[in-house]
Protein backbone atom coordinates (compact mmCIF):
# COMPACT_ATOMS: atom_id res chain seq x y z
CA UNK A 1 0.00 0.00 0.00
CA UNK A 2 1.34 3.28 -0.87
CA UNK A 3 1.27 6.56 1.30
CA UNK A 4 -2.08 8.74 0.59
CA UNK A 5 -1.10 11.85 -1.65
CA UNK A 6 -3.40 14.47 -3.34
CA UNK A 7 -3.83 14.64 -7.31
CA UNK A 8 -5.17 17.65 -8.61
CA UNK A 9 -8.53 17.50 -9.23
CA UNK A 10 -9.25 20.12 -12.08
CA UNK A 11 -13.15 21.01 -13.54
CA UNK A 12 -12.65 20.70 -17.39
CA UNK A 13 -15.72 22.70 -18.57
CA UNK A 14 -19.56 21.90 -19.26
CA UNK A 15 -20.33 20.83 -22.73
CA UNK A 16 -23.25 19.33 -24.29
CA UNK A 17 -23.51 16.08 -25.93
CA UNK A 18 -26.38 15.84 -27.96
CA UNK A 19 -29.77 17.00 -25.28
CA UNK A 20 -27.22 16.35 -22.27
CA UNK A 21 -25.28 19.03 -20.48
CA UNK A 22 -21.71 17.16 -18.82
CA UNK A 23 -19.64 18.57 -16.41
CA UNK A 24 -16.13 17.58 -16.96
CA UNK A 25 -13.92 16.75 -14.36
CA UNK A 26 -9.58 15.64 -14.70
CA UNK A 27 -7.44 13.62 -12.22
CA UNK A 28 -4.13 12.54 -12.63
CA UNK A 29 -1.88 10.72 -10.49
CA UNK A 30 0.83 11.96 -13.50
CA UNK A 31 0.30 15.84 -14.38
CA UNK A 32 -1.81 18.45 -13.86
CA UNK A 33 -4.55 18.04 -16.08
CA UNK A 34 -5.52 14.30 -17.77
CA UNK A 35 -3.90 13.86 -20.85
CA UNK A 36 -6.26 15.37 -24.41
CA UNK A 37 -6.04 12.02 -25.48
CA UNK A 38 -8.06 10.38 -23.04
CA UNK A 39 -10.60 13.31 -22.79
CA UNK A 40 -11.08 12.83 -26.74
CA UNK A 41 -11.23 9.16 -26.28
CA UNK A 42 -14.55 9.12 -23.53
CA UNK A 43 -16.24 11.79 -25.84
CA UNK A 44 -16.37 9.23 -28.12
CA UNK A 45 -17.84 6.77 -25.76
CA UNK A 46 -20.97 9.11 -24.59
CA UNK A 47 -24.02 7.47 -26.98
CA UNK A 48 -22.82 4.16 -25.57
CA UNK A 49 -22.19 5.40 -21.56
CA UNK A 50 -25.84 7.44 -21.77
CA UNK A 51 -27.69 4.78 -23.12
CA UNK A 52 -27.34 2.91 -19.57
CA UNK A 53 -30.05 5.81 -18.50
CA UNK A 54 -32.24 3.60 -19.49
CA UNK A 55 -31.63 0.87 -17.49
CA UNK A 56 -33.85 1.96 -14.80
CA UNK A 57 -37.56 2.85 -15.77
CA UNK A 58 -36.69 6.86 -13.78
CA UNK A 59 -36.47 10.01 -14.50
CA UNK A 60 -33.27 11.04 -15.47
CA UNK A 61 -32.16 15.26 -15.87
CA UNK A 62 -29.90 14.92 -18.84
CA UNK A 63 -27.08 16.44 -16.72
CA UNK A 64 -23.78 14.27 -16.10
CA UNK A 65 -20.67 14.08 -14.53
CA UNK A 66 -18.04 12.48 -16.33
CA UNK A 67 -14.47 12.23 -14.72
CA UNK A 68 -11.51 11.50 -16.22
CA UNK A 69 -8.90 9.89 -14.08
CA UNK A 70 -5.83 8.77 -15.13
CA UNK A 71 -3.95 6.29 -12.13
CA UNK A 72 -1.93 3.64 -11.39
CA UNK A 73 -3.96 0.87 -13.18
CA UNK A 74 -4.46 3.12 -16.24
CA UNK A 75 -6.77 5.83 -17.43
CA UNK A 76 -10.26 5.62 -15.78
CA UNK A 77 -13.73 7.35 -16.81
CA UNK A 78 -16.49 7.46 -13.99
CA UNK A 79 -19.57 8.90 -15.56
CA UNK A 80 -22.91 9.41 -13.02
CA UNK A 81 -26.55 10.86 -13.26
CA UNK A 82 -28.98 11.74 -10.78
CA UNK A 83 -32.10 9.99 -11.51
CA UNK A 84 -35.84 9.69 -10.04
CA UNK A 85 -34.74 12.99 -7.35
CA UNK A 86 -31.87 12.10 -5.64
CA UNK A 87 -30.53 8.87 -6.34
CA UNK A 88 -27.03 8.07 -8.26
CA UNK A 89 -26.39 6.18 -11.07
CA UNK A 90 -22.58 5.18 -12.10
CA UNK A 91 -20.69 3.38 -14.04
CA UNK A 92 -17.04 3.13 -14.41
CA UNK A 93 -14.70 2.43 -17.02
CA UNK A 94 -11.00 1.81 -17.64
CA UNK A 95 -8.49 1.69 -20.05
CA UNK A 96 -5.10 0.01 -19.61
CA UNK A 97 -2.28 1.23 -20.74
CA UNK A 98 -1.58 0.32 -24.20
CA UNK A 99 -5.09 -0.07 -25.24
CA UNK A 100 -6.96 2.58 -26.73
CA UNK A 101 -10.52 1.07 -25.31
CA UNK A 102 -12.48 2.09 -22.22
CA UNK A 103 -14.15 -1.13 -20.79
CA UNK A 104 -17.19 -1.28 -18.23
CA UNK A 105 -15.43 -1.55 -14.76
CA UNK A 106 -18.00 -1.60 -12.36
CA UNK A 107 -20.11 -4.74 -13.54
CA UNK A 108 -18.70 -6.40 -10.48
CA UNK A 109 -19.93 -3.65 -7.83
CA UNK A 110 -17.24 -0.92 -8.12
CA UNK A 111 -17.75 2.16 -7.46
CA UNK A 112 -15.36 4.88 -6.89
CA UNK A 113 -11.95 5.96 -5.58
CA UNK A 114 -10.93 8.23 -2.36
CA UNK A 115 -9.97 11.28 -5.06
CA UNK A 116 -13.13 10.22 -7.48
CA UNK A 117 -15.40 10.52 -4.47
CA UNK A 118 -14.59 14.20 -3.27
CA UNK A 119 -15.68 15.21 -7.13
CA UNK A 120 -18.84 13.00 -5.59
CA UNK A 121 -18.92 14.56 -3.02
CA UNK A 122 -19.02 18.36 -3.92
CA UNK A 123 -21.25 16.78 -7.31
CA UNK A 124 -23.83 15.39 -4.50
CA UNK A 125 -23.80 18.41 -2.08
CA UNK A 126 -23.98 21.02 -5.34
CA UNK A 127 -27.43 18.27 -6.19
CA UNK A 128 -28.82 19.43 -2.89
CA UNK A 129 -28.33 22.54 -3.02
CA UNK A 130 -29.40 24.05 -6.38
CA UNK A 131 -31.92 21.19 -6.83
CA UNK A 132 -33.85 19.26 -4.39
CA UNK A 133 -33.53 22.11 -1.56
CA UNK A 134 -35.19 24.64 -4.23
CA UNK A 135 -38.81 25.50 -5.33
CA UNK A 136 -37.71 24.69 -8.75
CA UNK A 137 -34.74 23.38 -9.37
CA UNK A 138 -31.24 26.23 -10.36
CA UNK A 139 -29.77 23.95 -13.41
CA UNK A 140 -27.72 26.76 -14.64
CA UNK A 141 -26.34 27.37 -11.15
CA UNK A 142 -25.56 23.60 -10.23
CA UNK A 143 -24.00 23.52 -13.78
CA UNK A 144 -22.16 26.19 -13.09
CA UNK A 145 -21.23 24.58 -9.21
CA UNK A 146 -17.63 22.91 -9.56
CA UNK A 147 -14.30 21.68 -7.33
CA UNK A 148 -11.07 22.64 -7.85
CA UNK A 149 -8.57 20.90 -5.74
CA UNK A 150 -4.93 21.57 -5.65
CA UNK A 151 -1.86 20.15 -4.24
Request: proline share 1%.
Amino acid sequence: MQAYKERPVRFVEVFQHREWQIKLYSISIHNERVADKNIILAKTKLDEWLEKCREYNLKSYQIATLIIHEGREGCFAIISWWIDENMLQLFVYLKVEGSEEFVLFSDRGMVSCVWEMAVLWHERNAWVKHVLKCNEPDWDAYLGDHININT
